[in-house]
């Protein structure tokens, strides 16, 4: 997040903070920062403040910076739809859900926006299409099998991601359909008009950074030609890739993109098709779909300072 503010040519870094890590020197965007304890952030001093504290600890500091002054930007869930923050949402007027290709309109103008999470974004991408369509079977099961890197666990240190046993493993986690990410998915897919269940077992890949979705929908009838939809959905969109071939991490690493394709599922009785979704988590998936969201409440070409 520092790194991508730091090398916008229309933003200018004006202070980070980390709690854990307060007093500590870092190099960010080719310039050193000096990291303050949050509490003694100069919210003040900001026209757009992106918080990416903890779940459960951001919406304070959302409250506070907006009444500060500044626009936000919440990474975390807690303002997200589906996590039961109705009563502060009322008091900012709208808090718009920043997956910026569907909701930019809402985005722009307004004083506080939820940035999706990681999964979300891959999922709802590549779902979209259809359900805009009607073309997903209602009731069905929409099944998201997804793998991410272990960047979308944070920088809290835990025995599990360490090398050792990361490397030369791969495992589910959060098994049982209760991952945190379902809520907002599920929300969203409502607004969408969707009817149906979503399946979603996550994996933990033993890579840096990425997201790689599988995602099985049945449709209500054959489509002849399943990338129409994505491309007609998406024509004109910098930061989606509707792609002939099957994505793979080493074409999102490090770019502000969903990268997609679609195929018809063959053997089956009920008209079914597979998405591929790819990003980058930590770019696309937080920061850089953040930073582009950014560039909406202010104006700004939707591009500028994003890797693409």
Request: glycine content about 10%; proline content about 6%.
């Amino acid at each position: 997040m520092c790194a991508l503010v730091a090398r916008h040519p229309a933003m200018e870094l004006a202070f980070a903070t980390a709690n854990s890590r307060a007093g500590e020197r870092v190099r960010v965007g080719g310039r050193e920062l000096t990291l303050l304890a949050t509490d003694d952030a100069r919210l003040d001093q900001a026209e757009l403040i992106f918080s990416a504290l903890p779940h459960g600890a951001s919406a304070q500091w959302v409250a506070a910076a907006h009444g500060a002054g500044a626009k936000v930007i919440d990474l975390s869930n807690d303002l997200r739809p589906g996590n039961g923050a109705q009563a502060a949402l009322a008091s900012y007027g709208r808090v718009p859900y920043g997956l910026t290709e569907l909701k930019r309109d809402e985005v722009a103008g307004a004083s506080v926006v939820a940035n999706p999470g990681c999964y979300p974004t891959a999922m709802l991408i590549a779902l979209a299409p259809l359900l805009a369509r009607g073309l997903v079977v209602p009731g069905a099961t929409v099944n998201v099998s997804a793998a991410s890197g272990v960047t979308g666990a944070g920088a809290s240190p835990k025995p599990e991601l360490l090398f050792a046993e990361v490397a030369e493993d791969f495992r589910a986690y959060a098994v049982g359909n209760e991952h945190r990410h379902l809520n907002e998915t599920r929300a969203v897919v409502r607004e969408l008009g969707g009817d149906v269940d979503i399946l979603f077992t996550p994996h933990l890949l033993p890579v840096a950074r990425g997201i790689l979705a599988t995602i099985t929908v049945p449709v209500v009838e054959r489509v002849s030609n399943p990338l129409s939809l994505w491309r007609e959905m998406y024509a004109g969109e910098p930061f989606v890739e509707v792609s002939e071939t099957m994505p793979s991490l080493r074409d999102v690493v490090h770019r502000n993109v969903v990268r997609v394709s679609a195929v018809q599922a063959a053997g089956v009785r009920q008209p079914t098709l597979i998405v591929i979704a790819a990003i980058d988590n930590l770019v696309k998936g937080a920061a850089g779909q953040a930073v582009q969201n950014g560039n909406v409440l202010f104006g700004f070409e939707e591009t500028t300072g994003l890797p693409a």
